[in-house]
């Protein structure tokens, strides 16, 4: 379906889930600087939370998120404590004026907490936001969900709600340390349906250790029979020098970079032709998803979670490792538990990395977000023009883009390219080789 052109997809690159990305981070450097952040929002605005549970009950071999084994009952209790406490901490800064339309629990695995544990979470959060009308969606392991836990989800009000899926291909779970049936994502589904969850997302990937295009194709039928609202279908990032976890897999059979092409392309098509709407260059959506309706209106948008409909430039991470976003800095909590629980203790907030956005970066980010949520972008009023013409030249001859009067149109067939074409807006990445995954 699209042109393979393998020299445009050589050079790692960015997911973009920020701007500037997490490479950019530096240590803060002074303090109280999320408490001052926080304290700055204006009354009256709508702002968004993210609260991080960096615990599962099994550590699938691919993962590349921070998370450890939730085996130890009283580390995991003081884990819980400390993040009702930040809390408090956060809501006190806040005025009653403020209101959250967004709360997203993510990880990890939340539900590898109990689901009184939960409960105890929603209850704060209730008693230090203003959250009434707030839409919560939460990360679940499949493999540990179970009627308990839906019956808790429907009773806190959640909205929205995304399985690790990744494969239905037996052989590969195996391979990749998750071993989940066809009958216990069917299962959990006919729960979360049964308990008023109205939205769910799937997310997949292909090019891992062992997968074939069949594999991939296969469980894309499989996805379609089940037929979530939303699907994040991700090329795996294999990253074996930064993620040990990744050393454990068989990974004698890997795709090549063609063969992930393929897989791209396969899973795209297949999706569309079974009436997924595309959404940037891996997300999916039905037409009636409030995902699909946003992206229809030009109103999609990047963060850490990937494509949101969620416009607030405030969002608001507990949790060791959670990432805060200001209109002028993003702002990540510290990333060792002990040392996040130890500050929280003491009443303080924790971020210890983060980046200052200059007017500069704003104006990179503008065009970076264009390009992966509409296609297009207008880059008339950037410094070195010429530059920017010459390094867009290979796309444009190549039909991927078409350039009139300081404005770039990405054609469809640009899709798998969305990614680098982002990156020659970004000067960081100008001279930066970075540890970044594969652009396909």
């Known amino acids: ?61 691919y993962c590349a998120c921070n998370t450890g084994r939730a085996n130890r009952q009283k580390r995991l209790q003081a884990y819980i404590d400390a993040l009702l406490a930040e809390i408090r901490i ?47 969606s939460v990360e679940l392991d499949p493999r540990d969900f179970d009627g ?102 068989d990974t004698s059979i890997m795709a090549n970079q063609l063969q992930r092409f393929a897989m791209s392309s396969l899973g795209y098509q297949t999706l569309v032709r079974a009436g997924y709407e595309a959404i940037g260059f891996d997300h999916f959506a039905l037409p009636d998803d409030p995902m699909a309706v946003a992206a229809r209106a030009g109103e999609v948008s990047r963060n850490f979670q990937g494509y949101t409909h969620d416009p ?6 507990m949790g060791a490792t959670a990432i805060s976003l200001f209109p002028d800095r993003i702002l990540q909590n510290e990333k060792n538990v002990g040392a996040w629980r130890n500050a929280v203790s003491t009443g303080r907030l924790t971020a210890s990395l983060g980046v200052h956005r200059t007017s500069r970066d704003e104006a990179h980010r503008q065009i970076i977000e ?29 039909g991927l883009i078409e350039r009139d009067d300081g404005h770039i149109t990405c054609t469809d067939s640009a899709t798998p390219y969305l990614r680098t074409i982002a990156a020659i807006f970004d000067p960081y990445r100008h001279n930066s080789k970075g540890g970044f995954s594969s652009a396909i």
Not at 153 to 171: D, I, N, P, R
Not at 210 to 227: F, N, P, V, Y
């Open 370 to 398: 264009d390009i992966l949520c509409r296609g297009e972008a207008e880059i008339g009023g950037l410094d070195g023009a010429e530059t920017y013409a010459e390094r867009l030249a290979s796309f444009e001859q190549r």
């Open 312 to 317: 607030s430039p405030w969002l608001l991470g």
């Open 148 to 249: 308990e836990w839906a019956a808790m989800l429907g009773q806190s009000g959640v909205t929205h709600a995304s399985m690790g899926v990744q494969t239905f291909s037996a052989e590969v779970q195996q391979v990749i340390g998750r071993v989940q049936p066809y009958e216990t994502i069917a299962s959990a589904m006919s729960q979360l349906r049964a308990h008023g969850v109205q939205s769910i997302n799937f997310d997949m990937m292909y090019g891992l250790p062992g997968q074939t295009g069949q594999d991939l194709s296969d469980s894309l039928d499989k996805t379609i029979e089940l037929r979530p609202e939303r699907i994040a279908l991700f090329g795996y990032a294999h990253l074996p020098q930064r993620i040990a976890r990744q050393r454990r897999m």
């Open 1 to 61: 379906m699209w042109p393979y052109h393998p020299d445009l997809l050589r050079r790692p690159v960015p997911r973009y889930t920020s701007y500037p990305t997490a490479a950019e981070f530096r240590p803060v450097g002074e303090d109280h600087v999320l408490e001052n952040a926080v304290a700055a929002i204006p009354e009256g605005a709508e702002i968004s939370l993210y609260l991080h549970i960096p615990y599962c009950n099994t550590i699938c071999h």
């Open 90 to 136: 956060m809501g006190e800064l806040l005025t009653s004026k403020h209101v959250v339309k967004r709360i997203a629990f993510g990880g990890g695995s939340p539900n590898a907490i109990s689901t009184q544990e939960f409960a105890h979470l929603i209850a704060a959060l209730k008693d230090s936001f203003h959250v009434d009308r707030a839409e919560i």
